[in-house]
């Protein structure tokens, strides 16, 4: 048990519904990752925040996708308008304070089906 | 952009033999992490390198980082059934500051 959770575990919606994620990191950790994995392939940064504040944004996040990090704690991601090609399994991980590139700690994942 | 390629995409090995996973960047490294993936599951950290031309072990598993911090491997020695999974290679750069993951090379083993 890494420590950090996700939900919901799986998510099934209609295309063009919007969806939010969240995700809970060790409690000590303050960076905290998204990624996103599709079958046969490593996991794709997304974005990731120091404590409440997001430094980093991937090219792959669309407008339809936002993140938050309200408290520094938990994070939410959201995807608005979904479409078939969001389908794929969305990772959060969390690493302690450090340069990012320490040892992160990777929750089970919210799996997203658009139909 | 920074590129991590990661090979082979598959490799079939028979219970106690040999295995290697190489990744190549695009770009320099300031350090590379690997992961192991269980199918089904979800990835976990395996080691860290940061220094040229660094060597790690584990057990069985041997790491290695190029003198010139593009380049890694992963060697395992006697392959077990618990050896099952995808290694991943993530390299960080302090330059784009954000973690790119290779593809992964998927490990079977043959009984």
């Known amino acids: 048990d890494t420590g950090v959770s996700q939900n919901p575990r799986h998510k099934i919606t209609k295309r063009g519904q919007n969806v939010t994620f969240r995700c809970d990191p060790i409690?000590?950790?303050?960076?905290l990752y998204w990624y996103r994995q599709t079958l046969g392939q490593g996991p794709e940064f997304l974005t990731y925040?120091?404590?409440?504040?997001?430094?980093?944004k991937s090219r792959l996040l669309s407008d339809r996708f936002s993140a938050e990090r309200p408290k520094g704690s938990f994070s939410t991601l959201e995807i608005q308008r979904t479409e078939q090609g969001d389908s794929a399994m969305y990772l959060c991980?969390?690493?302690?304070?450090?340069?990012?590139?320490?040892?992160?700690?990777f929750g089970p994942g919210t799996r997203l089906t658009v139909t | 952009g920074q590129q991590v390629m990661q090979i082979p995409q598959y490799q079939h090995v028979q219970e106690g033999e040999d295995f290697t996973t190489y990744c190549n960047s695009s770009?320099?490294?300031?350090?590379i992490q690997w992961y192991k993936q269980r199918p089904g599951g979800h990835p976990v950290f395996l080691i860290q390198?940061?220094?040229?031309?660094e060597v790690k072990k584990q057990k069985r598993l041997t790491f290695q980082f190029g003198e010139a911090k593009k380049n890694s491997s992963l060697h395992i020695t006697a392959t077990q059934t618990t050896d099952v999974g995808t290694y991943f290679c993530?390299?960080?750069?302090?330059?784009?500051?954000?973690?790119?993951f290779g593809k992964g090379t998927r490990l079977h083993i043959l009984p």
């Open positions: 991980a969390s690493s302690l304070e450090g340069r990012v590139g320490d040892e992160q700690y």
């Open positions: 409690s000590e950790h303050n960076r």
């Open positions: 925040f120091q404590n409440e504040a997001q430094l980093e």
């Open positions: 770009t320099t490294l300031s350090n």
């Open positions: 390198l940061v220094k040229s031309g």
């Open positions: 993530a390299g960080f750069s302090n330059r784009d500051d954000k973690i790119i």
